[in-house]
């Protein structure tokens, strides 16, 4: 049981340039987040995918898209990279979206450099 | 506007020493609060949820408080040891429509021989 499992670990990018981080959930878990990290900052919400087929902006979606692929897979897409882009991001699932006290499963953080 | 906000930023202290990591949040309405435990290079892993009516809720040697009336709350860990050495994550849901979740920056705890 891998939980929550991200690819790539490690990215560098140039500036223009796209790619996709992947995020897998094991745990069939209708919800899906991906999230950004900054120094100093507390996590920030990029989008989320309440369940399979709809996804939604959260706090700071602008620069990036998603998509939720099916029910395990949700990816996250740099369509041209730029420097304020460079983060760590971090996938998570749960099994209820409007449950107050659902738990969050995060994965182990993707960092990504834009140089 | 929602915030939450952590203190102290880090914090050293030697190994089985206890210690108290502070929490203010400025969140309404408010459904529940939670601490999250962040090794490093790892992503967050959940220590407690406690909703408006719970007082106190404990895992293991990590006990957290929580005072509604004065929108705070505090992580207490007891005996500390290396292995507890990472940043710890408060974290407020909103109870709204949205169910946002409003996360603190984080208290660096680092625990030494």
């Known amino acids: 049981n891998a939980g929550v499992t991200q690819t790539p670990k490690f990215q560098v990018l140039k500036t223009g340039q796209s790619m996709t981080l992947q995020c897998a959930q094991d745990m069939n878990h209708n919800s899906m987040y991906w999230y950004r990290q900054d120094p100093g900052m507390g996590l920030r919400l990029i989008y989320y995918?309440?369940?399979?087929?709809?996804?939604d902006k959260g706090e700071v979606p602008n620069g990036y898209n998603v998509s939720r692929l099916n029910k395990r897979e949700f990816s996250l897409r740099l369509e041209s990279a730029a420097p304020s882009q460079t983060s760590v991001y971090f996938c998570?699932?749960?099994?209820?979206?409007?449950?107050?006290?659902?738990?969050?499963?995060f994965g182990e953080g993707s960092w990504l450099t834009v140089v | 506007k929602n915030q939450v906000e952590q203190s102290p930023q880090s914090l050293i202290i030697l190994e089985g020493k206890n210690c108290t990591l502070q929490c203010n949040y400025t969140v309404s309405p408010f459904s529940n609060l939670r601490w999250y435990k962040q090794d490093t290079g790892r992503g967050p892993v959940s220590l407690t949820i406690m909703t408006f009516s719970e007082n106190t809720k404990s895992n293991g040697r990590y006990t957290a408080t929580l005072d509604a009336d004065t929108k705070q709350s505090s992580l207490h860990i007891t005996a500390s040891q290396l292995s507890d050495s990472a940043s710890y994550i408060c974290?407020?849901?909103?109870?709204?429509?949205?169910?946002?979740?409003?996360f603190g920056s984080g208290t660096r705890l680092l625990v030494r021989p």
């Open positions: 974290v407020v849901r909103v109870m709204d429509s949205s169910y946002k979740l409003i």
């Open positions: 995918s309440a369940s399979e087929g709809t996804t």
């Open positions: 998570a699932s749960s099994d209820r979206d409007r449950v107050p006290g659902n738990t969050i499963y």
